[in-house]
């Protein structure tokens, strides 16, 4: 009998190995294993993520040729479909060397940097215009307080658009954003509705957040 919750042989396999990492490191491993087949395995999941992010940035954000930032870039995929909507200059930070490598291929990042979400980011404070994160606060992934150097690096009045994963979502997330909207550190523009970002494997519910910061 199949069990279920065996997600081993699934095309999420190695995400589900990433939520469960003990640290940023172990992350970046599975990633770097995972990076030739990463496409194709999402793809097979139907994984919806980049579609939601970026439809939240275009509803808010018309095309600019500003500085944006894409946090935990992986493979490219938002460099990809951000470019093609009208945001061309975009800086990608990642854990992974592999998913930079193969980020690199497409040739849609003006800078690709070896970055982890939730330690000191190599940036000016007031950089980006944009910054953008898809699939990436979550379990075993970044954590919420890497918001804060995103926060540094973004121009007073730019914009945050990201997914937080439903294991965030409710608690820890609700807490973080009031937090950050009691220091006046950003405000909330708009939120989706939650989605499965992997509707065709799995049920990973998600919610798509847009702040300005202040
Ligand atoms: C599910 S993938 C999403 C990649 C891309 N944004 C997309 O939507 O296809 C998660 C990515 O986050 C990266 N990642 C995980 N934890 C990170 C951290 N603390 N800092 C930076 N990147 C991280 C992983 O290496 C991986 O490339």
Known sequence: MNDPDDKSHSSTDKLHRAYHAK???ETAEVYNEWSQEY????RNVGYTHPAMVTGMVARHIP??????LDAGAGTGVMGEILTALGYPNIIGLDASTGMLKTADLKKKYIELKHLFLGKALDFEDDTFALVVSSGVFTQGHAPLDGLDELIRVTKPGGYLVFS?????????????RHQLEQAQQWQF????ARY???PL????ISQV?????T
């Open 23 to 25: 640290n940023p490191q």
């Open 196 to 198: 499965n970002s992997a």
């Open 39 to 42: 496409e194709q395995h999402m």
């Open 189 to 192: 523009v708009d939120a989706s």
């Open 164 to 176: 937080i994963a439903r294991t965030y979502l409710d608690g820890p997330f609700t807490d973080k």
């Open 201 to 204: 494997e799995d049920t990973l």
């Open 209 to 213: 957040f847009v702040f300005q910061v």
């Open 63 to 68: 095309p600019t040729e500003e500085l944006v």
